[in-house]
């Protein structure tokens, strides 16, 4: 019996009635049980703002005998139907939610969501186009939605949870996934017809085919020639070098080659004259290069690594964990190459004047990279669990990083 009137107690809190009173200045959202619309004015259900998603986050001002005044996540102040209001969410959606506005996925358990339609889309710190840009979105990002306004021009809220590091865009801009097939189509459409629509389609050709290297090189190509032909040039892409490693990715061998022309590569440092190789880096050999011992480095990744202690300098980081075999060992978790560092790959020595181009086409056939989110920085498989991580700035070496899958 009583973990029956337990039970029910919990299920009560979790639901709260504000009939009389509206929360107080600070206070943490609360969340619809059902998805629903927001409406202007009071007890006008013709005039709508905008539809919200199940346990969509609301503020709540006001209320009347049949509805609440709210607070919507983009700022939007109007009203909505009477309902339970929950304290937490739980992951839920109630019936009939339209899946034209709330999307999620084939999988149906994920945020509703929508994609950028657009290539570097502004996202601003406030609903207005005034406000401060705090970064650019890339072109098919998902985003969470839980509330869309029906009105032209409207703003959607897509920043952290509690509003602490607001971020908004327009909600014109939102839809579902771009396909490579469909903006290629599109983009043959206008070809040679309307000359700004074909460099537009040409960079989100671009842009998505970073992701797919069968098409990188044709979708270059074409952002090549429309550029051309418009007499355009774009300052901050290089495109005659992003074909030089989309060449290079045509020639990718399969992934257990690759492991086996990486191991025989025998990647290792060259510091200070001292040969290191990760996991037979000594504690003596610390010592000598002057590195300063310390227990903990803030921010380290825990997934891979279980180090014992650590050595840094200014820009330098190397963890000792301990082997299977009980011995401590250290890997370079990360340096710089300014400090005289060289990264030995094979017969290359790479350092602080290594060119990028050639670093591309000594090696290009191994790498990854993001280059639409984090172009020049190169990822090298360590294993089948890792990675090495080159940055390049300017053309030369400056960074290496290493990181490990969970």
Request: proline share 4%.
């Amino acid at each position: 019996m009583l973990q029956r009137l337990y039970f029910l107690f919990t299920v009560l809190i979790c639901f709260i009635t504000l009939d009389t009173f509206a929360q107080s200045a600070g206070d943490r959202p609360v969340y619809t049980s059902e998805w629903g619309h927001l409406y202007r004015a009071e007890d006008n259900e013709r005039d709508l703002l905008g539809i919200f998603s199940t346990e969509a986050p609301i503020y709540v001002l006001d209320s009347n005998q049949t509805q609440y005044k709210v607070k919507v996540s983009n700022g939007d102040i109007g009203f909505i139907k009477k309902q339970p209001l929950q304290k937490a969410m739980s992951g839920k959606r109630s019936e009939g939610e339209p899946a034209q506005y709330f999307y999620r996925g084939s999988q149906g358990s994920q945020c509703p969501h929508f994609f950028v339609q657009v290539s570097e889309l502004r996202v601003r710190k406030a609903p207005n186009v005034a406000s401060i840009a705090v970064r650019r979105a890339r072109l098919n990002e998902l985003i969470c939605v839980d509330y869309i306004p029906l009105y032209s021009d409207g703003w959607v809220y897509i920043g952290d949870h509690f509003h602490e590091k607001p971020e908004f865009i327009q909600a014109k801009f939102l839809g579902t996934e771009l396909t490579y097939a469909k903006v290629l189509k599109d983009y043959l459409e206008v070809r040679g017809k309307d000359q700004k629509q074909e460099m537009v389609l040409a960079g989100r050709l671009r842009e998505i085919a970073w992701t797919d290297d069968k098409k990188l090189k044709e979708a270059l190509t074409f952002w090549k020639q429309s550029f051309e032909n418009a007499g355009v040039k774009d300052p901050k892409i290089d495109i005659d070098f992003e074909l030089l490693v989309a060449e290079r990715f045509q020639n990718r061998p399969t992934f257990d080659a690759i492991m086996s022309q990486v191991e025989a590569l025998l990647v290792h440092f060259d510091w200070k004259g001292m040969l290191l190789y990760d996991g037979k880096i000594t504690d003596n050999q610390m010592k000598q290069l002057g590195m300063k011992r310390v227990e903990e480095i803030p921010n380290m990744p825990e997934c891979g690594w279980e180090p014992k202690y650590y050595y840094q300098s200014p820009s330098s980081i190397v963890a000792f964990e301990e082997n299977n075999k009980g011995k401590l060992v250290g890997s370079v978790y990360q340096t710089s190459f300014l400090e005289g560092v060289v990264l030995r790959i094979g017969q290359e020595r790479v350092d602080a004047n290594y060119d990028e181009r050639e670093f591309v086409e000594k090696f290009g056939h191994l790498l990854t990279v993001t280059w639409i989110d984090t172009p020049h920085v190169y990822h090298i498989p360590n294993g089948d669990a890792g990675l090495f991580i080159i940055t390049f700035e300017n053309g030369k070496a400056v960074r290496y990083e290493c990181m490990f899958y969970c």
